[in-house]
């Protein structure tokens, strides 16, 4: 199986920066793609970026020109770059490994992202 571990949330002013990590660790080679969720209290979880193993990347609308989702295979690690920051990208960020066996995609503990205004 995976483990995901991110790091990198905090507070930031509006339209500050920050990089989010998640390190990946066990099994690896399954992983198909891995992106970046949030959700913030009362809303449902979304998807904000994800890269796949052969390196194509897809974001959703309200952070493209802003985030930049990378990875260094070195490390076994994705980042997520997020950029001109606004209150409403506050949220409890996700990391998510998939694989081929659904039942087997990973997820982070989440990390806390907090703008203010």
């Known amino acids: 199986q995976v483990q995901l571990v991110e790091s990198g949330g905090g507070l930031v002013q509006a339209g500050g920066s920050l990089r989010l990590s998640c390190a990946a660790s066990?099994?690896?080679?399954?992983?198909?793609?891995m992106g970046w969720y949030r959700q913030a209290p009362g809303k449902q979880r979304d998807l904000v970026a994800a890269?796949?193993?052969?390196?194509?990347?897809n974001y959703a609308d309200s952070v493209k020109g802003r985030f930049t989702i990378s990875r260094d295979n070195t490390k076994n690690t994705v980042y997520l770059q997020m950029n001109s920051l606004k209150p409403e990208d506050a949220a409890v960020y996700y990391c998510?490994?998939?694989?081929?066996?659904?039942?087997?995609?990973?997820w982070g503990q989440g990390t806390l992202v907090t703008v203010s205004s």
């Open positions: 890269i796949t193993s052969g390196g194509s990347t």
């Open positions: 998510n490994a998939e694989t081929p066996s659904p039942e087997l995609d990973a």
């Open positions: 066990g099994s690896i080679f399954s992983i198909t793609a």
